[in-house]
T-cell receptor
Framework: GAGVSQSPSNKVTEKGKDVELRCDPI?????LYWYRQSLGQGLEFLIY????????KSGLPSDRFSAERTGGSVSTLTIQRTQQEDSAVYLC?????????????FGPGTRLLVL | LAKTTQPISMDSYEGQEVNITCSHN???????ITWYQQFPSQGPRFIIQ???TKVTNEVASLFIPADRKSSTLSLPRVSLSDTAVYYC?????????????FGTGTQLKVEL
């Protein structure tokens, strides 16, 4: 299992509920990214982590979205009070080193459906 | 962030060469050009990356003119399994890391 893993693979929730999405990056990768892909759309950048800190949160669409990373490894993206427009595929990617143009390796994504 | 423009879709047949061109008029000096491939229900997969001139690897070539305002991904002898969405991205390291800007991509359909 050398790739990026994400869980759950699918999540159905009711409007107003909170959800947590998890990302396990490739071991040793210091940079971690969250993206969102709505149906038929390109990927939308959400947040970037370098180690446990998040230098760039500019893509988070509202204050209902937050993310953290612990131990320089696992990251969780939390969406509070979910809305139907939050329905999308949430993709996590990791890369080895932020100081170069490193390739980002993507996980399979979490498909979120808010009813 | 540099905005990219690429065709929405392209059709081809097995064994043909496919060239997908992307325009990025406001590319910055430190931006690289990267192409990703995405199959349905999967995350994007890196294909190739370049800064200028030509780059070739085992699956594709990337042609970048001197002004770097466009780039062309070349897929030699495509097969049915190359049917996917192809994304052209430009990005560089800023204080906020290697933030990639994805457009809507090009849906390539390969037929027999």
């Amino acid at each position: 299992g050398a790739g990026v893993s994400q869980s759950p693979s699918n999540k159905v929730t009711e409007k107003g509920k909170d959800v947590e999405l998890r990302c396990d990056p490739i071991s040793g990768h210091t940079a971690l990214y969250w993206y969102r892909q709505s149906l038929g759309q390109g990927l939308e950048f959400l947040i970037y982590f370098q180690g446990n800190s998040a230098p760039d949160k500019s893509g988070l669409p509202s204050d209902r979205f937050s993310a953290e990373r612990t131990g320089g490894s696992v990251s969780t993206l939390t969406i509070q009070r979910t809305q139907q427009e939050d329905s999308a595929v949430y993709l996590c990617a990791s890369s080895l080193d932020r100081t170069r143009q490193e390739t980002q390796y993507f996980g399979p994504g979490t498909r979120l459906l808010v009813l | 962030l540099a905005k990219t423009t690429q065709p929405i879709s392209m059709d081809s047949y097995e064994g043909q060469e496919v060239n997908i061109t992307c325009s990025h008029n406001n590319i910055a000096t430190n931006d690289y050009i990267t192409w990703y491939q995405q199959f349905p229900s999967q995350g994007p997969r890196f294909i190739i990356q370049g800064y200028k001139t030509k780059v070739t690897n085992e699956v594709a070539s990337l042609f970048i003119p001197a002004d770097r305002k466009s780039s062309t991904l070349s897929l030699p002898r495509v097969s049915l399994s190359d049917t996917a969405v192809y994304y052209c991205l430009v990005g560089g390291f800023t204080g906020g890391g290697n933030k990639l800007t994805f457009g809507t991509g090009t849906q390539l359909k390969v037929e027999l």
